[in-house]
T-cell receptor, first 115, second 115 residues
Framework: GAGVSQSPSNKVTEKGKDVELRCDPI?????LYWYRQSLGQGLEFLIY??????PDKSGLPSDRFSAERTGGSVSTLTIQRTQQEDSAVYLC?????WGGGDTQYFGPGTRLTVL | GENVEQHPSTLSVQEGDSAVIKCTYS??????FPWYKQELGKRPQLIID?????GEKKDQRIAVTLNKTAKHFSLHITETQPEDSAVYFC??????????????FGQGTILTVHP
């Protein structure tokens, strides 16, 4: 079946611009996670969705970052007034059930470059 | 919060040798420990996971061991093959409770298997 998909695959933007990154989870998966992977680094948790609600936003690095999920499916991560330190690969993952312990399936990521 | 340390950062072995990657975690409430393999330019993919109610799990050439008392877990790959070359990430999370299953990742190990 279809896996997690993300768009765009690559995004180059100028400092100060806003960007939107999209994630399509596996159909029927109730939990959705956003992670960030900087060059040569591990994955850093950003935000978690349980259905359409986000009970854990603890990883968002600043108030320039926000995310939403609609219809229990597609999620959008928005970064306002981008900075060069926002450059990274943004990965989305979904799992069948929320609460943890289920396999998280990752998307291919969006590589964001802020010039 | 949880902190996961992973060693070594790079590992080079000859084809057919074994490879061992070790991780330690700080949160004694963590109870789910997945390992992900990430090939260059690809998404992370789960290769094996272990829960805190078992001490060892094996899947063909891959095994994971868990020592809850010492708060460390290890990945063992036997009879390595060139296609095992990739970055390997360990992770830890609480299944259940308020962590909602967010994964805290180690920094990754670059494994190179020489033919």
């Amino acid at each position: 079946g279809a896996g997690v998909s993300q768009s765009p695959s690559n995004k180059v933007t100028e400092k100060g611009k806003d960007v939107e990154l999209r994630c399509d989870p596996i159909s029927g998966h109730t939990a959705l996670y956003w992670y960030r992977q900087s060059l040569g680094q591990g994955l850093e948790f950003l935000i978690y969705f349980q259905g359409n609600s986000a009970p854990d936003k603890s990883g968002l690095p600043s108030d320039r970052f926000s995310a939403e999920r609609t219809g229990g499916s597609v999620s959008t991560l928005t970064i306002q007034r981008t900075q060069q330190e926002d450059s990274a690969v943004y990965l989305c993952a979904s799992s069948l059930r929320w609460g943890g312990g289920d396999t998280q399936y990752f998307g291919p990521g969006t590589r964001l470059t802020v010039l | 919060g949880e902190n996961v340390e992973q060693h070594p950062s790079t590992l080079s072995v000859q084809e057919g040798d074994s490879a061992v990657i070790k991780c330690t975690y700080s949160d004694s409430a963590s109870n789910y420990f997945p390992w992900y393999k990430q090939e260059l330019g690809k998404r992370p993919q789960l290769i094996i996971d272990i829960r805190s109610n078992v001490g060892e799990k094996k899947d063909q050439r891959i095994a994971v061991t868990l020592n809850k008392t010492a708060k460390h877990f290890s990945l063992h790959i036997t009879e390595t093959q060139p296609e095992d070359s990739a970055v390997y990430f360990c992770a830890a999370s609480r299944a259940g409770g308020t962590s909602y299953g967010k994964l805290t990742f180690g920094q990754g190990t670059i494994l190179t298997v020489h033919p």
